[in-house]
């Protein structure tokens, strides 16, 4: 335990050095804290604004959109996340991405392209070398560092040099059998990676929504200006409807809605951080489930605010440092009860990648329900003058209950739907 709390404060001491940080003597750092990191990622200059405990491998795939680079075991042993640092093999699940700042990177995606692929892509093509391809780019990657070097290295040697990435397919011998082509064919060493180019602008930030989308995310922070927001396109990871309603008349209510920052104390755990004008705004938001701790950074900007029919459309996007991001698209309408109060009305589009798309849908609709009941009844709340009340952050076991209850819930539809 000493070992790895001397490991984690070394290195933050030696990205503060790093980045002539005047609190260079201070060795540790909050949880949430996000940490500049610059690398060369193929060939091209990349930053990532990342949490000291995110990988190298998350940073690669979830901030830089590099999902090339496959994580299996995510504890050192079967090599699917190889990548080249610094001219050597490395397993990027067991290394920071704060270690390796102003490193250089290569992943799989720099070693060639579909129109020029590197002559060890072309041999496991040639030599049926894969069969799901999970494993492709650990092996490609660490044959890559095997070759360049031992070059001429015998091929009786190389099934147990390759043995440090698994497979669960092949059988290894089409993957041996494409790497003793390649050494054969470059007997003085394996020709370089052929998609690494300089020239080339900087790696866009990751995005949502597929390929195309130009919402850029996880590097938010407090001191940038607007972000440029758009509608995700492709299907949501989870579609919310809430319906609730407050004691509060429809003026009061729409009065709280109509003034964002009043609107913002309402939302249980966020905060406005800045305020660019023409309705778009960076905010902090932290959300708890369990033990999970999420802070997420982000930006908002209301697209449309009807006073005649009372709706409200939000678009948001945010993104936590080490569990992935989230793009929101918040409708809500509110409408006069005849009992003097009024009805709220909420549906929530979430497009979500990285670690947070893991949570399942269930967990995601029971959690933004607790939310918006909460919000619903802050502005109720408000509307009377009084403080919001302080969420209640869900607990392990609600957690827990809620997972199993999804699962009965999907069996019992799963077996009407057979009856
Ligand atoms: S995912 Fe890194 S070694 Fe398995
Ligand atoms: S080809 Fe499937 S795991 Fe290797």
């Known amino acids: 335990m000493t070992l790895l709390l001397d490991q984690a404060a070394s290195v933050v001491d030696r990205w503060r050095r790093r980045h002539d940080d005047p609190a260079g ?27 000291p ?32 640092v610094d001219g050597d093999a490395a397993r990027s699940c067991l290394v920071l991405a704060c270690q390796v700042d102003g490193a250089e990177i290569v992943t799989v995606e ?81 020709p370089g990676p052929r998609n690494c180019n300089h020239d080339e602008p900087r790696l866009p930030r990751a995005t949502l929504g597929g390929p195309g989308t130009p919402t850029a995310l996880e590097s938010a ?44 104390t309402c939302l249980p755990g966020a905060e406005i951080i800045a305020d660019f004008g023409d309705d778009q705004y960076k905010g902090r938001m932290r959300v708890s489930l369990g033990p999970v701790r999420l802070a997420f950074l982000g930006d908002v900007k209301i697209l449309e605010r009807d006073d005649a029919t009372h709706r409200v459309k939000v678009i948001g996007q945010a993104a936590d440092a080490s569990s992935g991001n989230v793009a929101a698209v918040v409708d809500l309408t509110a409408e006069s009860r005849q009992d ?38 802050n502005i109720d709340a408000a509307s009377r003058g009084e403080a919001p009340v302080e969420a209640t952050p869900a607990s392990a076991l609600s957690i827990v209950f809620t997972l199993i209850r999804s699962r009965i819930t999907a069996l019992v539809r799963l077996v009407l739907g057979r009856n």
Request: contains cysteine; glycine residues 10%; charged residues 15%.
């Open 340 to 377: 003097g109060g009024t009805d709220l009305h909420a549906v929530a589009e979430l497009h979500m990648v990285g670690r947070i798309a893991q949570f399942g849908r269930g967990l995601v609709n029971d959690v933004s329900a607790d939310m918006f009941h909460q919000f619903a009844a």
């Open 25 to 51: 003597a201070v060795t540790r750092c909050e949880a949430d804290e996000l940490l500049r990191v610059d690398l060369t990622v193929n060939g091209r200059p990349a930053t990532v604004h990342v949490a």
């Open 110 to 190: 720099g070693m060639g392209t579909p129109a020029d692929l590197h002559p060890l892509q072309q041999s496991f093509g040639t030599h049926h070398a894969l069969q799901c391809g999970f494993c492709t780019p650990g092996q490609i990657m660490s044959a890559y560092d095997l070759l360049t070097s031992e070059p001429g290295i015998e091929a009786a040697q190389l099934p147990d040099q390759l043995s440090g990435v698994l497979c669960r397919c092949t059988g290894y011998r089409n993957i041996v059998d494409a790497v003793a082509d390649v050494a054969e064919q470059y007997p003085q060493g394996v």
């Open 221 to 264: 922070d407090a001191t940038s200006g607007p972000a440029e927001i758009a509608v995700p396109s492709g299907e949501p990871t989870a579609v919310v409807t809430v319906d609730t309603h407050a004691k509060a008349p429809l003026d009061a209510i729409w009065g709280i809605v109509e003034d964002t920052e009043s609107l913002a």
């Open 53 to 84: 405990r995110v990988t190298l491998a998350d940073a690669l795939r979830d901030h830089l959109g590099l999902t090339g680079t496959h994580l299996g075991c995510e504890h050192g042993v079967c090599g699917l996340c190889t990548v080249m």
